[in-house]
């Protein structure tokens, strides 16, 4: 899947600058190879940590991730900038169920199911929406935990998975259920790829910009503001889920901090300018934290 989304982005960047080499070094990061729980290995830094060494020691000059395998801002380590964001793909997540399972849905599946997933805000919301089932970690890039689903090896009965990362591999049609994300709230920076520089490497910086999606960084500038306020951690269930009215140069923060034990979520949606994602997405986080999100942010189940 990571060189998927990388190939989109030489395409892109051989068609503008075809006089320019660009050369693709493969990184395997310490979350790809760790097989417990993220906050063993210093939580979502583990996907970045790799990248960012060798970036930041002039290895190579850009990195390309998933936005929402990032640190949180406050976490992350200084002197390292987006420089281009693509277009944003589906944000919605989807039940996985094995290549030999009847159809059905979370609703549906039978109490005790074990459902695989290692985020802190999807077992959050099956224990707030789907109380009957349980929750399992599962570590692994998706084409190998969906080998493992099918094997009967992962360790869970079934998987929740982003649409996006199974239809960049060009398994969509494994989505039992698309699950809606006006009640499955996404994870922030969901279908978002970034590509990342130096903040003192002002030649990639000019060779980035033109590249960067305009609305989606507009979103993600918003969804990581946000995310920035609450501090959270690799252990906290949120949701920073932004659009954009391009019509009406108005974005929209759809915000929650979601309760581990399946209790009442604390959300909130904060509209503003545009121009200002930053300060939109820091007055929805506030809007949380006023109401008392700061007793979940941080809480294990």
């Known amino acids: 899947m990571a060189m998927e989304q990388t190939g ?3 395409t892109a960047f051989r068609a503008r600058y075809p006089d320019v080499t660009l050369d693709i070094v493969k990184i395997t990061s310490e979350g790809d190879r760790h097989n417990g729980p993220l906050a063993q290995i210093g939580g979502k830094g583990a996907f970045t940590r790799r990248a960012d060494e060798q970036l930041l020691d002039g290895r190579v000059d850009a990195t390309i991730a ?3 395998d990032l640190p949180s801002p406050h976490d992350r380590i200084p002197g390292i900038c987006v420089g281009a964001v693509l277009p944003r793909e589906d944000v919605r997540d989807v039940l996985v169920l094995p290549a030999s399972h009847a159809p059905a849905t979370l609703a549906e599946l039978p109490p005790g199911t074990r459902v695989g997933t290692s985020a802190p805000r999807r077992a959050a919301l099956l224990a707030a929406l789907y109380p009957m089932l349980v929750p399992v970690p599962i570590r692994g890039n998706a ?3 969906l080998a493992a689903l099918d094997a009967d090896t992962l360790g869970a009965d079934v998987m929740i998975a982003a649409l996006s990362g199974l239809r960049r591999l060009g398994l969509a049609d494994r989505a039992a259920q698309i699950l809606d994300p006006s009640v499955w709230l996404p994870a922030t920076g969901a279908g978002i ?3 990342e520089h130096r903040s003192d490497d002002h030649t990639t910086q000019r060779l980035l910009a033109p590249l960067s999606h305009t609305a989606t960084h507009t979103l993600l500038d918003a969804e990581r503001a946000a995310l920035a306020c ?3 951690s690799c ?8 659009t954009l009215d391009e019509a009406a140069d ?3 923060m759809h915000a929650a901090v979601l309760d581990p034990a399946g209790g009442t979520p604390i959300r909130t949606a904060r509209t503003g300018p545009g121009d200002q ?7 929805a986080a506030e809007q949380l934290l006023a109401a008392g999100a700061t007793r979940l942010l941080g809480t294990q189940p």
């Open 143 to 145: 084409d190998t935990r």
């Open 230 to 232: 609450l501090h959270g």
């Open 66 to 68: 998933c936005a929402k």
């Open 193 to 195: 790829v970034v590509i």
């Open 235 to 242: 252990l906290t269930a949120a949701s920073a889920y932004a």
């Open 250 to 252: 108005a974005i929209t």
């Open 277 to 283: 994602p930053e300060s939109v997405g820091r007055q």
């Open 8 to 10: 989109r982005f030489a």
